[in-house]
């Protein structure tokens, strides 16, 4: 049954046994919506990921940031921020990798090949496994946020559409007189990002009003946020907020996030819904492809844009 509690300002949404038929479900799709609008993210429940893939998701991180730099680095993508990030002097603490269609067994065997020549069995069976059961958890929003709204009719379109990024991301702790900011504040790019955890915490997002806090979740939860391209469909309706890591100075403790971040294809326009246009909400954004905006972040202008949705594609 899905629950919900307001919890550090967020909502918790048990997605453990939640389904069309549940009592609870339109009432939970309202409360994802909400969420969504207020605070761009929520913490999510879910026992698709089970206690042995947990585990076994965090020993491959620790497998693959063990790799020599010569060899993560050969991670390179054509699109933008989907590759090997790291030894930047500016964000001394991360590093991060991306496996680019992670849900399917060609995106992910092709990236085990290229770190591992002879192959990794776990490492490629844990990455799927993990991508296909958060994956469950993105198209499970992505119905119930557009049944909420009640366009529930263009969700099916949508996930098809989807492709999926799955990114291992690690920050060290730091040292004496070194920077704790692990990275720095931005939005994603994403439709929406899912992420999880070790035991180690970190993540910091402001709110609408502008204050920042921290994000502390239950171990194996999700934290499910919405990225740009999300809130250009609602027509502004969803915030995708500012976010960022900070270590603390007095843990030890490395923390990973293995984030799943979905995206549009090439085929499939990121563009508002009719039915949130009327003579009182003006279409806000002109429908645009998912990578281009990426593109644009990627250039000196949208980097700096303050705003990036009305300098990409405002109307
Ligand atoms: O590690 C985290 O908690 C956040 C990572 C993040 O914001 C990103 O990769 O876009
Ligand atoms: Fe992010």
Not at 15 to 20: G, M, R, S, V, Y
Not at 92 to 101: F, N, S
Not at 138 to 149: A, C, H, N
Request: glycine content about 6%; charged content about 20%.
């Amino acid at each position: 049954m899905g629950s919900q509690t307001l919890m550090s300002k967020l909502f918790i949404v048990d997605f453990t046994e939640l389904n069309p038929t549940a009592a609870s479900w339109t009432s939970t799709c309202q409360d994802i919506r909400q969420s969504l609008e207020n605070h761009g993210c929520f913490i999510a429940l879910s026992d698709k990921v089970s206690s042995e893939l947990d585990k076994a998701i965090f020993c491959a991180a620790d497998e693959l940031f063990d790799l020599p730099v010569g060899t993560k680095m050969q991670n390179m993508n054509d699109k933008p921020y989907h590759g090997y990030v790291g030894q930047i002097p500016f964000v001394p603490l991360h590093e991060g990798l991306g496996i680019d269609y992670s849900t399917t067994e060609e995106g992910v065997t092709n990236f085990t090949t290229l770190m591992w020549p002879k192959g990794n069995d776990s490492f490629r069976e844990s990455s799927l496994a993990f991508s296909k059961a958060v994956a469950e958890i993105d198209r499970m929003v992505i119905r119930m946020l557009f049944e909420s709204y009640g366009v529930e009719k263009y969700a099916e379109s949508h996930v098809e559409s989807t492709t999926y990024l799955l990114r291992y991301l690690k920050y060290r702790a730091p040292e004496v007189n070194e920077t704790t900011m692990a990275f720095p504040s931005h939005t994603d790019k994403s439709f929406l990002t899912i992420l999880h955890q070790n035991q180690v915490s970190g993540l910091e997002i402001q709110t609408r009003d502008g204050n920042w806090i921290s994000v502390e979740f239950p171990p194996s939860a999700f934290v499910v946020m919405a990225g740009d391209a999300c809130k250009a469909w609602s027509n502004n309706q969803v915030l995708s907020p500012n976010h960022k890591v900070t270590m603390s100075l007095s843990g030890n403790k490395t923390r990973y996030n293995v984030a799943l971040f979905s995206f549009l294809n090439d085929m499939k326009l990121v563009e508002v819904p009719e039915e949130f246009v009327d003579e009182e909400h003006a279409l806000q954004f002109k429908p645009f492809v998912h990578v281009d905006l990426l593109k644009f972040y990627d250039t000196d202008h949208g980097r700096r844009s303050q705003n990036i949705l009305k300098d990409f594609c405002g109307v």
